[in-house]
C-alpha cells in the first residue's frame, strides 16, 4: 500500500484516534483492520529502513509491532505521546532487539545477501531507464550520508522527514528526551546540509 | 515550497532503498496475531501449562483436599484485589522486612540467593527510595532513589579491591509520569508475591481467618523457576497475607518455601506494610559518599541549565553552557545566543539565529567546527534552542586553554548570509578532561570520581 493509499485507508476508517485505541482494548475486530489499514505501512516502511532492507524480517517485526500494540494497548497514554509515536517505539524495541541478535550471530542474514545483479533486474522490471539510476544515485548519497553522520542523527532526520514527528515524538521513539532530540537535530540537520551541498558541488 | 533537509534525507533514503508493499497473506497474519494478543489473558503462562498437567492438578487437589470451598478460593482475589486498590489510595508508603538477593552483589556472598533485609519509601508524588543490606551487620549494599527530577542508584564498594559505584540518571520528563510510581512499584510487589503461586483457583488450599487483622493463608506449587526468589518449578509455596479488616491494606506479606529434608516452612520473603506515615526529610535526599565513581546519564540535559561563561555585545548574549571533549580530543561546545531586547537588528518574519565558531588552543592548535554554521531556530518563534558546535583540533593538542571566538548572527534564511553585523565574542575556557567515548553528546555518560 502507498502512502497515497494509506491516506485513503485512513479516511476510509473514519473513527478517532481515540476510537481506534479504545476499539483495540475491548478487543474489537474492526479496530484491528483499521490498526493494519492505518499504520502498517508507516510501521514497516521505518523497521525495513532500519534493517537495512531485509525484506522478509522487517515484515515479521512489523506483524509483531501490531500484535505487541494490541497486547500492551492498555499502557498507551494519547496524553503523552501520539499513537503513531507509540506504535513507532514498539516497532523500534524490536527492531533493536533484532539487530541485537544479529551481532550475537555475527552473520548476515539470508534475506539481505541479495547479489546486486537481482537488485538491477528487479529495477529494470519496472522502469528500464530512470529507476535504477536514481535507485544507484541514491543509495551512493545514502552511502556518503551514513559516513559523516551517525546513525541515531540519520534516524532523528528520517524520523522527522517521513513521518513529521516533533523532537518530543522523536524521543519517545528512541528512549531519549526532548531536548537531546533537539540538539541531535540541530547538529544532524547542519552536517547534513553541508554533506548534500559538497555532494552538489561534486557533480 | 522547498523540501527541508529532513524531507530531503527521508526520500533519498526510501528511493536508495524502497519499502516493498507488505504481500497480502501477511494482512492475514497480522490480524490473526492482534486477535490472539487481544485475547491473550494476563498471564501468559497459563497457555503454556500442558492441559494434562492442569488437569492432573486438579485431580491430585481433590484427591488431597476434597473439593475446597469455592468461597475460599474467591476470598483469595478477593483480598489481592482489595490489596492493590488499596495501594492505589495511599499517600505514602513504607515497607520493611526480608527479600532473597542474589549473593554475587551482597557483600561476602558468593553466587547463591541470600536473605537480605529492605526497606522502602515512597510517596504518591513519585518520590521513592529502597534501601537493602546484609542480614550480618546491616550493610548497604544497594540504594535506589528518585526524587521526581533524577534517580540515584548506588553500590558501594564490595571489597578492598572495589570500587563504590553511583549511576545518576537526570530524567526530569519522568517526573511529568511520576505521580502514581508508588503506587505502581507497590502494586508490582504485591502481584509478584501473589503471582508465585499463579492463580487463586489453581491453589491447594486457601483459607481465611478474621480477626484482628484477616488472616489469609494459600498454598500451591510454584509454577516458574524464579531466580530472584530461588524457586523451582514445583516447589511447595505458602503465602500469608495479613490485611487491616478496615481498609483492606496490607500489613504483612510473608512467602514460604518447603524445605522438605526438615519437613519445615521457611520464610522466603516478608513485608511488612505501614501507609500514611510521614516520611523523614532526610531519606528525601542521598549524598555520594566520598571515593565513589559517579556515572552520569542523560546529563547532556543539564547543559542547558548551566553557565560557565557569559558575555554581551551591542545585539548579543552569548553564553558558553558547557566544554566537553571526546576521547581523541574533539571539542563539544553548548552554548546559546539570544539577541538583546534593547537589540536594533530589525528581524524579518523568517529570521533565523545562526553562529559561527572558531577556536585554537594556548599551543596554537587551531580548533575547526564540523559545520560552517549552527542554527539556533526562527527568532520571532520560541524555538531559539541551545545548539553543540563540534570543534575538531587540527592536530594533537596538548593544550590546557581554549580560547573560542562565536560569531552570533541573524540571517533571512538558514544558511544564507549574516544581515547583521560581526560582533564576535571571545571565551577563554580550560579545556575539559577527555571522556571515554566517541561521541559525548551521543553516548550521553559522563564519569565523576566523588
Same mark, same amino acid.
Given at each position: 500500500?502507498?502512502?497515497?493509499?494509506?491516506?485513503?485507508?485512513?479516511?476510509?476508517?473514519?473513527?478517532?484516534?481515540?476510537?481506534?485505541?479504545?476499539?483495540?482494548?475491548?478487543?474489537?475486530?474492526?479496530?484491528?483492520?483499521?490498526?493494519?489499514?492505518?499504520?502498517?505501512?508507516?510501521?514497516?516502511?521505518?523497521?525495513?529502513?532500519?534493517?537495512?532492507?531485509?525484506?522478509?524480517?522487517?515484515?515479521?517485526?512489523?506483524?509483531?509491532?501490531?500484535?505487541?500494540?494490541?497486547?500492551?494497548?492498555?499502557?498507551?497514554?494519547?496524553?503523552?505521546?501520539?499513537?503513531?509515536?507509540?506504535?513507532?517505539?514498539?516497532?523500534?524495541?524490536?527492531?533493536?532487539?533484532?539487530?541485537?541478535?544479529?551481532?550475537?550471530?555475527?552473520?548476515?542474514?539470508?534475506?539481505?545477501?541479495?547479489?546486486?545483479?537481482?537488485?538491477?533486474?528487479?529495477?529494470?522490471?519496472?522502469?528500464?531507464?530512470?529507476?535504477?539510476?536514481?535507485?544507484?544515485?541514491?543509495?551512493?548519497?545514502?552511502?556518503?550520508?551514513?559516513? =559523516?553522520?551517525?546513525?541515531?542523527?540519520?534516524?532523528?532526520?528520517?524520523?522527522?522527514?517521513?513521518?513529521?514527528?516533533?523532537?518530543?515524538?522523536?524521543?519517545?521513539?528512541?528512549?531519549?528526551?526532548?531536548?537531546?532530540?533537539?540538539?541531535?537535530?540541530?547538529?544532524?540537520?547542519?552536517?547534513?546540509?553541508?554533506?548534500?551541498?559538497?555532494?552538489?558541488?561534486? =557533480? | 515550497?522547498?523540501?527541508?533537509?529532513?524531507?530531503?534525507?527521508?526520500?533519498?533514503?526510501?528511493?536508495?532503498?524502497?519499502?516493498?508493499? /507488505?504481500?497480502?497473506?501477511?494482512?492475514?497474519?497480522?490480524?490473526?496475531?492482534?486477535?490472539?494478543?487481544?485475547?491473550?489473558?494476563?498471564?501468559?503462562?497459563?497457555?503454556?501449562?500442558?492441559?494434562?498437567?492442569?488437569?492432573?492438578?486438579?485431580?491430585?487437589?481433590?484427591?488431597?483436599?476434597?473439593?475446597?470451598?469455592?468461597?475460599?478460593?474467591?476470598?483469595?482475589?478477593?483480598?489481592?484485589?482489595?490489596? /492493590?486498590?488499596?495501594?492505589?489510595?495511599?499517600?505514602? #508508603?513504607?515497607?520493611?522486612?526480608?527479600?532473597?538477593?542474589?549473593?554475587?552483589?551482597?557483600?561476602?556472598?558468593?553466587?547463591?540467593?541470600?536473605?537480605?533485609?529492605?526497606? !522502602?519509601?515512597?510517596?504518591?508524588?513519585?518520590?521513592?527510595?529502597?534501601?537493602?543490606?546484609? %542480614?550480618?551487620?546491616?550493610?548497604?549494599?544497594? /540504594?535506589?532513589?528518585?526524587?521526581?527530577?533524577?534517580?540515584?542508584?548506588?553500590?558501594?564498594?564490595?571489597?578492598?579491591?572495589?570500587?563504590? +559505584?553511583?549511576?545518576?540518571?537526570?530524567?526530569?520528563?519522568?517526573?511529568? *509520569?511520576?505521580?502514581?510510581?508508588?503506587?505502581?512499584?507497590?502494586?508490582?510487589?504485591?502481584? %509478584?508475591?501473589?503471582?508465585?503461586?499463579?492463580?487463586?483457583?489453581?491453589?491447594?488450599?486457601?483459607?481465611?481467618?478474621?480477626?484482628?487483622?484477616?488472616?489469609? $493463608?494459600? $498454598?500451591?506449587?510454584?509454577?516458574?523457576?524464579?531466580?530472584?526468589?530461588?524457586?523451582?518449578?514445583?516447589?511447595?509455596?505458602? /503465602?500469608?497475607?495479613?490485611?487491616?479488616?478496615?481498609?483492606?491494606?496490607?500489613?504483612?506479606?510473608?512467602?514460604?518455601?518447603?524445605?522438605?529434608?526438615?519437613?519445615?516452612? $521457611?520464610?522466603?520473603?516478608?513485608?511488612?506494610?505501614?501507609?500514611?506515615?510521614?516520611?523523614?526529610?532526610?531519606?528525601?535526599?542521598?549524598?555520594?559518599?566520598?571515593?565513589?565513581?559517579?556515572?552520569?546519564?542523560?546529563?547532556?540535559?543539564?547543559?542547558?541549565?548551566? #553557565?560557565?561563561?557569559?558575555?554581551?555585545?551591542?545585539?548579543?548574549?552569548?553564553?558558553?553552557?558547557?566544554?566537553?571533549?571526546?576521547?581523541?580530543?574533539?571539542?563539544?561546545?553548548?552554548?546559546?545566543?539570544?539577541? +538583546?531586547?534593547?537589540?536594533? #537588528?530589525?528581524?524579518?518574519?523568517?529570521?533565523?539565529?545562526?553562529?559561527?565558531?572558531?577556536?585554537?588552543?594556548?599551543?596554537?592548535?587551531?580548533?575547526?567546527?564540523?559545520?560552517?554554521?549552527?542554527?539556533?531556530?526562527?527568532?520571532?518563534?520560541?524555538?531559539?534552542?541551545? &545548539?553543540?558546535?563540534?570543534?575538531?583540533?587540527?592536530?594533537?593538542?596538548?593544550? %590546557?586553554?581554549?580560547?573560542?571566538?562565536?560569531? &552570533?548572527?541573524?540571517? *533571512?534564511?538558514?544558511?544564507?548570509?549574516? !544581515?547583521?553585523?560581526?560582533? &564576535?565574542?571571545?571565551?577563554?575556557?580550560?579545556?575539559?578532561?577527555?571522556?571515554?567515548?566517541?561521541?559525548?553528546? $551521543?553516548?550521553? #555518560?559522563?564519569?565523576?570520581?566523588?
Amino acid at each position: 500500500m502507498t502512502d497515497a493509499e494509506a491516506e485513503v485507508a485512513q479516511a476510509r476508517d473514519t473513527g478517532s484516534e481515540e476510537q481506534l485505541v479504545q476499539g483495540l482494548r475491548e478487543g474489537d475486530p474492526g479496530a484491528y483492520a483499521q490498526l493494519y489499514n492505518r499504520f502498517t505501512q508507516r510501521v514497516h516502511r521505518f523497521v525495513h529502513w532500519r534493517l537495512s532492507g531485509d525484506s522478509q524480517t522487517a515484515e515479521e517485526i512489523t506483524v509483531h509491532t501490531l500484535a505487541e500494540a494490541v497486547r500492551c494497548v492498555r499502557s498507551y497514554d494519547a496524553r503523552r505521546s501520539s499513537f503513531l509515536s507509540w506504535l513507532l517505539g514498539i516497532a523500534s524495541r524490536q527492531t533493536l532487539a533484532e539487530l541485537r541478535r544479529r551481532q550475537r550471530r555475527k552473520s548476515v542474514p539470508a534475506a539481505v545477501q541479495v547479489p546486486l545483479g537481482s537488485v538491477a533486474e528487479e529495477a529494470l522490471a519496472s522502469d528500464p531507464t530512470s529507476r535504477l539510476t536514481e535507485q544507484i544515485e541514491a543509495q551512493r548519497q545514502v552511502g556518503r550520508l551514513r559516513a =559523516h553522520l551517525s546513525q541515531l542523527e540519520m534516524e532523528v532526520l528520517v524520523l522527522q522527514g517521513a513521518y513529521e514527528l516533533t523532537a518530543r515524538e522523536i524521543g519517545q521513539v528512541l528512549g531519549k528526551s526532548e531536548r537531546a532530540i533537539s540538539s541531535l537535530l540541530h547538529r544532524a540537520r547542519a552536517k547534513a546540509r553541508e554533506r548534500l551541498v559538497n555532494d552538489g558541488q561534486d =557533480h | 515550497m522547498g523540501k527541508t533537509i529532513e524531507q530531503q534525507i527521508a526520500e533519498l533514503v526510501e528511493t536508495a532503498r524502497p519499502t516493498p508493499e /507488505l504481500p497480502p497473506e501477511r494482512r492475514d497474519q497480522a490480524l490473526a496475531a492482534m486477535e490472539a494478543a487481544g485475547r491473550r489473558p494476563r498471564h501468559v503462562w497459563i497457555w503454556r501449562l500442558s492441559a494434562a498437567a492442569a488437569a492432573g492438578a486438579i485431580v491430585v487437589a481433590i484427591a488431597l483436599l476434597g473439593s475446597p470451598a469455592r468461597s475460599a478460593w474467591d476470598t483469595v482475589a478477593q483480598v489481592r484485589d482489595r490489596a /492493590l486498590a488499596a495501594a492505589d489510595e495511599a499517600e505514602t #508508603v513504607h515497607i520493611y522486612g526480608v527479600t532473597p538477593w542474589l549473593g554475587r552483589d551482597v557483600p561476602g556472598h558468593g553466587p547463591e540467593v541470600v536473605e537480605t533485609d529492605k526497606e !522502602m519509601w515512597a510517596d504518591r508524588n513519585g518520590f521513592s527510595r529502597m534501601e537493602l543490606r546484609t %542480614r550480618d551487620g546491616g550493610q548497604l549494599f544497594y /540504594l535506589d532513589l528518585y526524587n521526581g527530577m533524577e534517580r540515584v542508584s548506588y553500590c558501594p564498594r564490595q571489597s578492598s579491591d572495589d570500587t563504590s +559505584n553511583a549511576h545518576r540518571y537526570w530524567d526530569p520528563e519522568e517526573a511529568q *509520569a511520576s505521580r502514581g510510581r508508588m503506587q505502581q512499584r507497590v502494586k508490582m510487589q504485591i502481584r %509478584r508475591d501473589f503471582s508465585l503461586l499463579g492463580e487463586p483457583d489453581e491453589y491447594r488450599r486457601a483459607a481465611v481467618t478474621h480477626g484482628a487483622v484477616d488472616v489469609l $493463608e494459600a $498454598e500451591s506449587v510454584a509454577w516458574h523457576e524464579d531466580l530472584h526468589y530461588d524457586l523451582h518449578r514445583g516447589e511447595k509455596l505458602r /503465602l500469608r497475607a495479613e490485611v487491616d479488616p478496615q481498609t483492606g491494606r496490607l500489613v504483612t506479606l510473608t512467602v514460604f518455601t518447603f524445605n522438605a529434608p526438615s519437613g519445615t516452612w $521457611e520464610v522466603k520473603s516478608e513485608s511488612h506494610y505501614e501507609w500514611n506515615v510521614p516520611i523523614p526529610g532526610e531519606l528525601r535526599t542521598f549524598d555520594i559518599p566520598k571515593g565513589t565513581l559517579e556515572h552520569r546519564y542523560h546529563w547532556w540535559d543539564t547543559r542547558a541549565d548551566q #553557565v560557565l561563561a557569559q558575555k554581551q555585545t551591542e545585539n548579543w548574549t552569548v553564553a558558553v553552557r558547557a566544554l566537553d571533549a571526546n576521547r581523541s580530543g574533539a571539542v563539544y561546545l553548548s552554548l546559546s545566543a539570544a539577541p +538583546n531586547s534593547s537589540t536594533t #537588528v530589525t528581524p524579518a518574519e523568517s529570521s533565523v539565529v545562526e553562529v559561527k565558531v572558531d577556536a585554537v588552543d594556548d599551543r596554537g592548535v587551531v580548533y575547526q567546527a564540523d559545520a560552517e554554521y549552527v542554527g539556533l531556530g526562527t527568532y520571532l518563534g520560541t524555538n531559539i534552542g541551545f &545548539p553543540v558546535v563540534l570543534l575538531r583540533p587540527a592536530g594533537e593538542s596538548t593544550g %590546557r586553554v581554549l580560547t573560542i571566538t562565536v560569531h &552570533p548572527y541573524m540571517a *533571512a534564511g538558514q544558511g544564507q548570509d549574516p !544581515m547583521t553585523p560581526d560582533e &564576535p565574542v571571545s571565551f577563554r575556557l580550560p579545556l575539559p578532561p577527555r571522556q571515554d567515548c566517541d561521541d559525548v553528546a $551521543e553516548d550521553g #555518560v559522563e564519569l565523576v570520581q566523588h
